[in-house]
């Protein structure tokens, strides 16, 4: 029970870290466009 609440937790924060990358790119990329 307590491991897959931890796995859970886990896969949670690596969701959010890879939508903050992807966001990360699109906010350069478009900088880049605009300048």
Do not use: Q
């Not at 886990?10 to 880049?32: E, P, Q, T, Y």
């Amino acid at each position: 029970m307590i491991f897959d609440n931890f796995m859970k937790i886990v896969l949670a924060i690596g969701v959010d870290i890879h939508r903050f990358k992807i966001n990360l790119r699109l906010a350069i990329s478009r900088r880049i466009k605009i300048n």
